[in-house]
């Protein structure tokens, strides 16, 4: 059975740092997958943050690029999302995700969850 566990989150000020991690559990050839950050914050639809495929090609949404970073550890199964130079409206709970390669950024697409981990920006 597949468990994505998410970890990192927490309260930060504006312009601040975090970064998130997601472990897997229950698979093998964790490389072949892709993997993607969600997150949805109160009264929103859950919307994708960042993907990296299985040839590490990587998406972003417009939002972000250029201060979030999504990366993988295949030897130890694990996902990362580097979040710098915070903003307020980036606070909402955020999900890790996963499905057999090849990426699509649509949440009905991805096969396994994670239980998510809150991030929470001050202005």
């Known amino acids: 059975q597949v468990h994505l566990v998410e970890s990192g989150g927490g309260s930060v000020q504006a312009g601040g740092s975090l970064r998130l991690s997601c472990a897997a559990s229950g698979l093998s050839r964790y490389r072949r997958y892709c993997m993607a950050w969600f997150r949805q914050a109160p009264g929103k639809e859950r919307e994708g943050v960042a993907g990296?495929?299985?040839?590490?090609?990587?998406t972003y949404t417009d939002s972000v690029k250029g201060h979030f970073t999504i990366s993988r550890d295949n030897a130890e199964s694990i996902l990362y999302l580097q979040m710098d130079s915070l903003k307020h409206e980036d606070t909402a709970m955020y999900y890790c995700?996963?499905?057999?390669?090849?990426?699509?950024?649509?949440?009905?697409?991805?096969?396994?969850w994670g239980q998510g981990t809150q991030v929470t920006v001050s202005s």
């Open positions: 995700a996963m499905v057999e390669s090849p990426c699509r950024f649509r949440v009905s697409y991805f096969r396994y």
């Open positions: 990296i495929d299985a040839d590490d090609t990587t």
